[in-house]
T-cell receptor, first 113, second 108 residues
Framework: NAGVTQTPKFQVLKTGQSMTLQCAQD?????MSWYRQDPGMGLRLIHY???????DQGEVPNGYNVSRSTTEDFPLRLLSAAPSQTSVYFC????????????FGQGTRLTVV | SQQGEEDPQALSIQEGENATMNCSYK?????LQWYRQNSGRGLVHLIL?????REKHSGRLRVTLDTSKKSSSLLITASRAADTASYFC????????FGAGTRLTVKP
C-alpha cells in the first residue's frame, strides 16, 4: 500500500516556467488537498477537492491550478513560476476531510530561480 | 489566515520529561487534530478529538479540548529523543487549516 505519492521530490525552475506537481493516492480517498510550507511556518492550503470533478480554492490559490479527473490523482500546476513560489509542497488525502485522519505525501521541494 | 495557533513556538526538554503544547483556534469546530512532522518529512496524524470530547489518550499522548476557551493541549509524557519534531494542530472540514507549529527538541 503506497499511500500518497508525490513526484518529483525535488525541482528547480526558472522564473516564468510552468510545471506540474504530481500527487496520487491508492486508498480510494474522496478528499485531496495541496499545501505549501515555507521555512519555519505551518502549512497553508492552496487548493482542495472533495471528489472527482470538484475542486475549490484554499487560502493561497493564486498562481496555481488544479483539476481532479480521477479519484486517485490530483495534480498541481504552476502556471508561471515565481521566486515567491519557492517552498515545500505537500499533498494530502483522507476519506472525509476534517473528520478522519489525513495522509500526507513526503513533499516536493521546489526552488524557483 | 491560519486557524490554529500553537504555543510555544519552540520547546526544549530533557529525555524523560513531559512536553506540553497548546493550540488556540478562532471559530467553532467539529473536531481538532494533532499532527507530527519530522524534519523534512510529511505530516503524520497523531490524534483526533471531537468537539463533544474533553480528553483523549493514545499511548504517551494526552489531548484535551476546551471548546469554551477555543483551545487544546497536547501532552507527551516520558519524552524520548525520537519525539523531536514539529507538532501542529489542525481544524476545519473541507478547508483544514494548520497552525505554525511547536518545534519540540528532546535532548538525550
Amino acid at each position: 500500500n503506497a499511500g500518497v505519492t508525490q513526484t518529483p521530490k525535488f525541482q528547480v525552475l526558472k522564473t516564468g516556467q510552468s510545471m506540474t506537481l504530481q500527487c496520487a493516492q491508492d486508498m480510494n480517498h474522496e478528499y485531496m488537498s495541496w499545501y505549501r510550507q515555507d521555512p519555519g511556518m505551518g502549512l497553508r492550503l492552496i487548493h482542495y477537492s472533495v471528489g472527482a470533478g470538484i475542486t475549490d480554492q484554499g487560502e493561497v490559490p493564486n498562481g496555481y491550478n488544479v483539476s481532479r479527473s480521477t479519484t486517485e490523482d490530483f495534480p498541481l500546476r504552476l502556471l508561471s513560476a515565481a521566486p515567491s513560489q519557492t517552498s515545500v509542497y505537500f499533498c494530502a488525502s483522507s476519506y472525509w476531510q476534517g473528520d478522519t485522519e489525513a495522509f500526507f505525501g513526503q513533499g516536493t521541494r521546489l526552488t524557483v530561480v | 489566515s491560519q486557524q490554529g495557533e500553537e504555543d510555544p513556538q519552540a520547546l526544549s526538554i530533557q529525555e524523560g520529561e513531559n512536553a506540553t503544547m497548546n493550540c488556540s483556534y478562532k471559530t467553532s469546530i467539529n473536531n481538532l487534530q494533532w499532527y507530527r512532522q519530522n524534519s523534512g518529512r510529511g505530516l503524520v496524524h497523531l490524534i483526533l478529538i471531537r468537539s463533544n470530547e474533553r480528553e483523549k489518550h493514545s499511548g504517551r499522548l494526552r489531548v484535551t479540548l476546551d471548546t469554551s476557551k477555543k483551545s487544546s493541549s497536547l501532552l507527551i509524557t516520558a519524552s524520548r529523543a525520537a519525539d523531536t519534531a514539529s507538532y501542529f494542530c489542525a481544524t476545519g472540514a473541507n478547508d483544514m487549516r494548520f497552525g505554525a507549529g511547536t518545534r519540540l527538541t528532546v535532548k538525550p
